[in-house]
């Protein structure tokens, strides 16, 4: 008897022929007799409905009063699962985020989780029910509802694994496992068996939003064994995400492709040359809470230079009203900016042993006629911001050239 926590995408509970679903293959579990906390999405598309739903009140909703508002799409599907659970005779109890405790800090709609209590979850796992928290959501020290970002149901998950010390953390949702690329992309992309945790980081924070980001971080600090399955298939293994130090096989050079069109980058062209610049104009934008990605400076010309960067297109307005005042206080000559660019990425832990990843990339692009606007790269991955409208081409011919389609 293990304790195992599964968590359900809103693919999963879109509907209630799919909450019965759920609860037919969480009964099955049960019966095996483990233990079982489940967290559960919104139903697919209600998070979406609610942030437009808020939108046509306010153009930039309150943050706080957003978080009111969309962290009721997980309160509904939490009691249905339940319902749902004990129509097959199954003891189950629901939970919002706050009753269980999920403390944050305040920052609204991207939330961090600090703990935990799980008092309130052993007792009732004692008793022999199967507990049901809504994912997403949580409460800050003043008592307010707090949201964990978009997909943060994930970190729900696994952050109740690791607190609760569970045996696995399951992700259920509609692709069976992580694959070397976006299966809706790429249709020959591969189910990949295994992929290490640095693999998982940079593939999450480069767009692949099977997994969010943090989920990855919390699993692989407190060595939380996650694995992505499909909640619509009976045996699948999906997707086991291993410590590079548990892997004896031969990797493979490249482990996928990740391509994300959520930023957007803005330039400011002639900036003075001069110590303390990228200071001057990134300490503000940090200061909002506004995460930086890619960073190019250029070499100066007669004591100018030009700055670019990238933020997620959430940030992109606030970004610009910043820079305005800081534009004319530096004295830098323009501001250019633009939202119609996509970031795609190569990911693999065996690029750290092999040599010319990045001119076989390159090349590849060129040959297709697409212009590289940035360049980043780190030991194990490299990243290019293109225009948007070459996306689906780029991922396609760099899983093609560095033959993700074949079976390894
Ligand atoms: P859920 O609602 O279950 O959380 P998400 O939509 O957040 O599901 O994540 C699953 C989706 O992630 C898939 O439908 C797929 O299109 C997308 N995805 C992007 N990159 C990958 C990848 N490398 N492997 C698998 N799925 C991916
Ligand atoms: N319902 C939230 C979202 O759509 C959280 C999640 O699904 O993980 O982003
Ligand atoms: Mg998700």
Known sequence: MALIVQKYGGTSVGSAERIKNVARRVAQWRARGDDLIVVVSAMSGETNRLIALAKEIQASPDPRELDVMVSTGEQVTIALLCMALMEQGVKARS????????LTDSAFTKA?????????????LAQGYVVVVAGF??????GDITTLGRGGSDTTGV???????AHECQIYTDVDGVYTADPRVVPDARRLKTVTFEEMLELASLGSKVLQIRS??????????????????????GTLITFEEDENMEQAVISGIAHNRDEAKITILGVPDRPGIAYQILGPIGDANIDVDMIVQNVGHDELTDFSFTVNRNDYKKALEILKPIQQHIKAREIVSGDKIAK???????????????STAFRTLAEEGINI?????????ISVVIDEKYTELAVRVLHKVFGLDQPQ
């Open 112 to 124: 961090r989780i600090l703990s935990i209590d799980e008092q309130k979850i052993r007792a009732d």
């Open 216 to 237: 990855v971080e919390f699993a692989g600090k407190y060595r939380v064994r996650l694995r992505v399955l499909s909640s619509f298939e009976e045996h699948g293994e």
């Open 344 to 358: 795609v990425s190569i990911v693999g832990v065996g690029m750290r042993s092999h040599a010319g990843i990045a």
């Open 159 to 165: 952050a109740l694994a690791a607190a609760l010390k």
């Open 373 to 381: 606007q940035m360049i980043s790269t780190s030991e194990i991955k």
């Open 95 to 102: 939970y919002t985020g706050p009753q269980v405790k999920i």
């Open 137 to 142: 959501q949580g409460v800050n020290e003043a």
